[in-house]
């Protein structure tokens, strides 16, 4: 597995990663299974949030990190704060909201070094950008957390280019990444500056849903794809058509990092092979007219 800096001076992960949203109905025996394949495939970089699992996926990843605490050392583990959600666990949200004060910041990190069971983190992202945003409390609380040693580096989610530029102006590390919804069927970050933005200041996004959440599998293109020019490629290339997704991103120059969202441990051991699919310039434009319907201009 290629291993990859997300920015000259960002953490080096994992150049494929497993996210952890969809692993909360999975039992201890099940997420254990899926940290170990993802670990032997060279999936070694997990992403995480507070929130997933109503507030339980961390504690779950935490089982298995506490009775297996050598495991820490083999992985790099990014998470992310600030969307408070309405759930019975957290009584005083009265709306769903975003909390960017450096006071929850802080507080949601502790949570979340208690749950996973680790006293750092890799990576922290302020998960939306939040119109109440204080840049200067967000960078106090990414200052603080730097010097305990509690966070090594920070990021950002689904931000603009206009938000991700105005936070990097107060916070003195470099933010690293933003991560963004990115695949064949969502590519707009490709055309709108986002990931222009980013490569302009040396930085990799992270790409969620990446197989555009797998709606493609169960509605055959769900109306957005040509399913049989997609087929036909993966073919050509000897790989399935999720190898193929998984490639078509891997090959943009920005080099992105895709998230794995699979709770099937066969289909992580599959994305760790996309890095072998190798496309061409002309593929990777056929693919997109392949969810376009046209070429480009
Ligand atoms: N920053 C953000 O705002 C944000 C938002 C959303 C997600 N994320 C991150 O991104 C990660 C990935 O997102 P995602 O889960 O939407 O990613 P995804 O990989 O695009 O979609 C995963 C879904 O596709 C299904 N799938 C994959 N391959 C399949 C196949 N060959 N046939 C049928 N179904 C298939 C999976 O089902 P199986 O489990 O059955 O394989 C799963 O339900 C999340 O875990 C999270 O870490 C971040």
Not at 43 to 56: L, R
Not at 95 to 108: A, N, Q, R, V
Not at 222 to 245: F, I, M, N, P
Not at 248 to 262: A, D, E, K, R
């Amino acid at each position: 597995m290629e291993r990859k800096r997300l920015h000259p001076a960002g953490p080096e992960f994992s150049r494929i990663i497993t996210g952890v949203w969809r692993w909360n109905s999975l039992s201890t025996d099940q997420t254990e299974r899926l940290i170990k394949e993802s670990v032997a495939c060279g999936i070694t970089t997990f992403d995480h949030a507070d929130i997933y699992g109503n507030y339980s996926c961390e504690a779950l990843f935490g089982k298995v990190i506490g009775t297996q605490p050598s495991l820490r050392s083999k992985m790099q583990l990014v998470t992310k704060c600030v969307i408070m959600l309405l759930s019975d666990k957290k009584p005083a949200h009265r709306i769903k909201h975003y909390d960017t004060s450096k006071e929850h910041i802080l507080s949601s990190v502790e949570q979340s070094l208690q749950n996973v069971k680790t006293d750092y983190l890799d990576l922290l992202l302020i998960h939306r950008p939040d119109p109440l945003m204080n840049p200067e409390a967000v960078a106090e609380a990414f200052s603080n957390l730097k010097q305990s040693g509690k966070v090594l580096h920070f990021g950002v989610s689904n931000f603009t280019p206009a938000q991700f530029e105005m936070l990097q102006a107060y916070v003195s590390d470099p933010l690293v990444t933003n991560q963004v919804e990115l695949s064949l069927f969502r590519h707009q970050v490709l055309f709108d500056g986002t990931v222009d933005t980013l490569m302009k200041h040396h930085v990799s996004p992270m790409a969620w849903s990446p197989l555009g959440g797998g709606k493609f599998f169960s509605s055959k293109g769900g109306g957005e794809a040509d399913s049989g020019k997609l087929e036909a490629l993966a073919h050509q290339h000897q790989c399935s058509v999720s190898q193929l997704l998984l490639a078509w991103l891997l090959y943009h120059p920005s080099g992105v990092f895709p998230i794995l969202g699979t709770t099937n441990p066969e289909r992580i051991a599959e994305g760790a092979k996309s890095l072998e699919v190798k496309l061409t310039r002309q593929d990777w434009f056929e693919l997109l007219k392949a969810v376009t319907g046209h070429d480009v201009a």
